[in-house]
């Protein structure tokens, strides 16, 4: 395995992986990209590492507001709309 | 009468609008949700989020008349909760976060670790531990940082819309977005890699 604190190409990667990984990249450094991770197990676990910690974000959006919450919600429009009226 | 139709919020907006205070009721159950998160993410505890929600959805109603229809309800709602909760930080001097400073690069380094924890198999169930993990490091990114982050990759909402809400260049969403990722699975890899196994 190569060094890839050293590696010029996983510096090159590194600061391309965001758009990689939202398929932003151009073609052509997509297939250098990946004809470098056949040899580099670090980049492929850090695409792949990547991957799973938005994965894992992702799960943590909330879903829903508490019922008391909501309820605060609206009294606080009706508070705004009683004092319109 | 049961609704048994669903309005979009295009109607929903235009019936509130026109004073139909249960249209602009049907809106807050639909985006509530989304911006109790983002509050829950930005400002870190849940008493302040949902103060922060209520602020939210108080001047979206008082602010109806001036929305300009050509921007999606969502947008313009995310808009008002961005900007609520960026005003909330910066009150209570939590976090730097002028939207113009020049980004800190310190975790944009080659990581130190990159041993490959997602085929750990516990991995793919969330459960408390790891949930507390996730927290613990969103709360440290930069809230300029994690504010991207949170639209884009917890939210789901596409880097143009994120430029949008937040009055940034796509380019600089980009970068914000690229940081935080590197910063999050960074620290997540370090996580795995101290033994922080998930049970």
Request: net charge negative; glycine share 4%.
């Amino acid at each position: 395995m190569h060094d890839h604190k050293e590696c010029t190409e996983c510096m090159q990667f590194l600061e391309l992986l965001s758009d990689y990984h939202d398929g932003e990249l151009d073609l052509a450094l997509v297939t250098k990209f990946e004809v470098h991770m056949i040899d580099c197990e670090r980049c492929q676990a850090v695409v792949k590492t990547l991957r799973q910690t938005i994965v894992y974000y992702g799960e943590t959006r909330c879903k829903a507001v508490p019922q008391e919450v909501h309820s605060g919600i609206m009294n606080a429009i009706r508070a705004c709309i009683d004092t319109k009226e | 009468m049961v609704e048994h139709t669903n309005p979009t919020d295009t109607e929903l907006v235009s019936r509130a609008r026109g004073g139909d205070n249960d249209a602009f009721g049907l809106l807050v159950e639909r985006h509530e949700a989304n911006v109790y998160g983002l509050c829950i993410k930005m400002l870190r505890n849940p008493e302040d989020a949902e103060d922060c929600l209520q602020e939210v959805f108080v001047k979206a109603y008082k602010a109806l008349p001036s929305f300009r229809e050509e921007a999606r309800f969502s947008t313009w709602i995310y808009r008002i909760a961005t900007n609520a909760c960026l005003m909330r930080i910066r009150k209570r001097k939590l976090d730097t976060v002028s939207l113009d400073q020049p980004l800190e690069l310190g975790e944009a380094e080659i990581p130190r670790e990159v041993a490959d924890w997602t085929s750990d198999p516990a991995s793919t169930v969330m459960n408390e531990e790891l949930g507390g993990v996730l927290t613990r490091h969103i709360n440290a990114l930069p809230a300029n940082n994690r504010i991207v982050f949170v639209l884009r990759d917890v939210h789901g909402i596409s880097t143009e819309e994120t430029a949008d809400i937040l009055g940034l260049s796509i380019p600089a969403v980009k970068s914000r977005l690229h940081r935080a990722r590197l910063f999050l699975r960074e620290r997540l890899a370090q996580y795995y890699a101290s033994g922080g196994a998930v049970a």
